[in-house]
């Protein structure tokens, strides 16, 4: 069957999608879907990090198993993201017989769908079909982004900070000169908070130029739709208090894919060097005689918390900030974090990674000094769809986070700062 595909827009906001596969392409397809509000269904016997960290937080239902056709029942749309063509074609018949429309990430032409590329520009979407070549999409699609951006005033990927076209970006400090031109390179780039907009034009170009991205949990999913089908996707997704790959793995990773010859951006969110273990990373590359350029990234430690309305500094309020680490409890020999000093600060406390311990957090800041009365407020999943935000007290915040079922990841801001912009 031939024919030109018919461009339209699917309103599936509370409508069941069907996803079939847990690896690599449906951990890059499911985040659009969330994004459109799909009831997203996903039918596969085992997931990638990233996709089970979507599983436990409620924003998709996952039946650990192989496909069914019953589980089409009631669906709108199915999206095949399997590699063993025997299975696809199961469920891609299974679609026709309902008259579903079928994405196959196996077979185009076997499709009844196919999913464009995609640019999003504030309220504005705009999805390229390229006649089947997915490259050829992909660069209308980057072209028609940088018009959009330069009609708004925009800096482009032309135009970003870094080194011109056909120069070299300069290596990050610490990095061997040794005058060779080097056979891949590798860019630690910060995504932002959370928000797909908010990571910076120079890290856009470089995720475009990308052969290989290695991604962790928290970077924008919906940046991750927008990659090239022939890159390489790597979940490194770091799950709190759960599954991880050893950041010895991610390392290795790094180097073998830049030796190989390939272009590879390892994603992070946030800042790369703000809790990211970038240094890490960079150092490994390094000895290894990695090239690497480092792209900072828009910190949630600020952002988030400026999202909904709290500014970490205010004139007459909060003339410093301190950021830190709440991954290790307040009374372990592993903690670096001096509380009873950060109790007598009279500044504001941003605290990341520290939900699971707030209690005794909380309880240490209160025993050194820090009032019980002092403003609090938690942010769960800042400038995202799923933001939430709790206002409390340092003495209250624990209990307050616990009946309202927050989860991470979440900022925690403690200070007067809370509530400088109430009016």
């Known amino acids: 069957m031939s024919g030109s595909p018919y461009p339209l827009g699917l309103r599936l906001a509370g409508r069941r999608v069907v996803v079939v596969g847990g690896g690599a392409v449906a ?6 879907l969330l994004d459109a509000g799909a009831d997203v269904l996903l039918v596969a016997p085992e997931l990638t990090p990233a996709l089970r960290a979507h599983v436990e937080a409620g ?17 709108w749309l199915v999206q095949v993201a399997v590699d063993d063509r025997v299975a696809a074609a199961a469920a891609s018949a299974a679609a ?11 077979d185009r032409a076997a499709a009844t769908a ?10 504005v979407t705009v999805a390229v079909l390229g006649g089947g070549d997915p490259r050829r ?11 959009l951006a330069a009609r708004a005033g925009e800096p482009t990927a032309a135009g970003a900070a870094g080194a011109p076209p056909g120069r070299p970006s300069v290596p990050a400090p610490g990095l061997p000169d040794t005058g060779a031109t080097p056979v891949g390179r590798v860019a630690l780039v910060g995504a932002g908070p959370g928000d797909p907009e908010l990571i910076t034009v120079r890290g856009w170009r470089l995720l475009t130029e990308a052969e290989v991205v290695v991604a962790d949990r928290l970077v924008p999913g919906l940046l991750l739709d927008e990659l090239r089908p022939d890159v390489e996707l790597v ?82 309020v909060a003339h410093e900030f301190t950021v830190v680490s709440g991954h290790v409890a307040p009374d372990s020999p592993a903690s670096l974090v ?33 009032p019980a009365e002092t403003p609090a407020a938690v942010i769960q999943e800042g400038t995202t769809t799923a933001q939430r935000t709790l206002r409390s007290t340092l003495g209250t915040v624990a209990a307050d986070v616990a009946t309202a079922g927050l989860r991470p990841p979440a900022i925690v801001v403690i200070g007067d700062v809370v509530g400088a912009l109430d009016t």
């Not at 999913?115 to 504030?122: E, K, L, N, W």
């Not at 999409?137 to 018009?147: I, K, N, T």
């Not at 009873?340 to 000094?369: C, D, F, P, Q, Y």
Request: hydrophobic letters at 45%; charged letters at 25%.
């Open 114 to 123: 196919w999913t464009p590329a995609v640019t999003r520009h504030g309220p």
């Open 338 to 370: 001096r509380w009873e000093s950060l109790a007598g600060l009279r500044g504001t406390l941003v605290i990341l990674m520290g939900l699971k311990n707030l209690a005794a957090i909380s309880a240490t800041l209160v025993a050194h000094g820090k």
């Open 27 to 32: 951990t890059r397809r499911v985040p659009a």
């Open 137 to 147: 999409a992909m660069s209308v699609r980057d072209a028609v982004r940088e018009l």
């Open 235 to 316: 979940d490194a997704s770091k799950i709190p208090y759960g599954p991880s790959r050893a950041q010895e793995e991610i390392n290795r990773i790094l180097v073998d894919r830049a030796r190989a010859g390939k272009v590879v951006v390892r994603l992070k969110g946030g800042d790369p060097y703000v809790f990211g273990r970038g240094g890490e990373e960079l150092l490994a590359c390094a000895e290894a005689g990695v090239p690497v350029t480092v792209v900072p990234g828009v910190t949630s430690a600020i952002s988030v918390p400026a999202a909904v309305g709290v500014p970490v500094t205010h004139r007459a």
């Open 96 to 106: 026709a017989e309902r008259r579903i429309f079928c994405v196959r990430a196996d």
């Open 59 to 75: 924003r998709l239902r996952w039946e650990p198993r192989r496909f069914v056709p019953d589980d089409l029942d009631g669906a």
